[in-house]
């Protein structure tokens, strides 16, 4: 149904937790995926990192799943400061929305508590008007979530998005991070979707022609 889709990503890694499956799984069936982080959170990096590391993890990150270097988009807004800076944000997705016309776009869920996420989340729902929008799940940040999608993934892809998440060594300590996590969140997900492994999402906008 969909043929160029865009993954809208607040911060590095937020993508390949929301739904690196997907991105595994639509690039395996030709399709053409892009991916914009809008920050690389250098005030959020361990002290014992360079501030720029997350730029290089996400760009082994996203090749991992398979997205071209071409297809992958870094912005530099400051973490934390996305709500002060709506409309600047709102120009670049206008922007972006012109020169890669997508017709799925994958954004951080409605729910979602953290402040970048949740305006990225809104600002894509206004600049991608009539185009079919998808919110992503990222558990820790979700009091509640509208399972009303499902992607069945593959042993493959799920095993895909697990490589890409642990490009980001300086996020290892994280406890979202780890392999069995991801593992189980999907196996979770199929069982709900009766499939073995699956990615939810909130069927925020669909277009079907």
Not at 46 to 57: A, G, H, N, S
Not at 172 to 181: I, L, M, W
Request: proline share 5%.
């Amino acid at each position: 149904m969909f043929q160029r889709i865009l993954v809208l990503a607040p911060h590095t890694d937020d993508g390949e937790f929301g739904c690196g499956g997907t991105i595994a799984k639509m690039i395996g069936e030709g399709k053409e995926v892009y991916y914009v982080a809008f920050s690389a959170a250098e005030k959020s990096v361990p002290p014992t990192w360079d501030r720029d590391v997350l730029r290089r993890e996400v760009k082994k990150a996203t090749a991992v799943l398979g997205i071209k270097p071409g297809c992958l988009i870094l912005d530099n807004f400051p973490v934390r400061d996305f709500p002060a800076l709506r409309q600047d944000i709102l120009e670049k997705m206008i922007k972006l929305r012109q020169e890669i016309k997508p017709d799925l776009v994958l954004v951080p869920s409605m729910y979602d508590l953290h402040q970048d996420h949740l305006t990225v989340a809104r600002e894509g729902i206004r600049a991608f008007k009539n185009i079919s929008i998808l919110g992503y799940e990222i558990p820790w940040n979700n009091l509640s979530f509208s399972t009303n999608c499902f992607i069945a993934l593959d042993e493959d892809q799920v095993q895909k998005k697990v490589a890409a998440l642990k490009c980001y060594e300086s996020q290892a300590f994280r406890p979202y991070a780890s392999e069995d996590f991801i593992w189980s969140l999907a196996r979770t997900r199929g069982t709900q979707a009766n499939v073995v492994y699956a990615e939810v999402f909130d069927a925020i906008r669909l277009y079907i022609s």
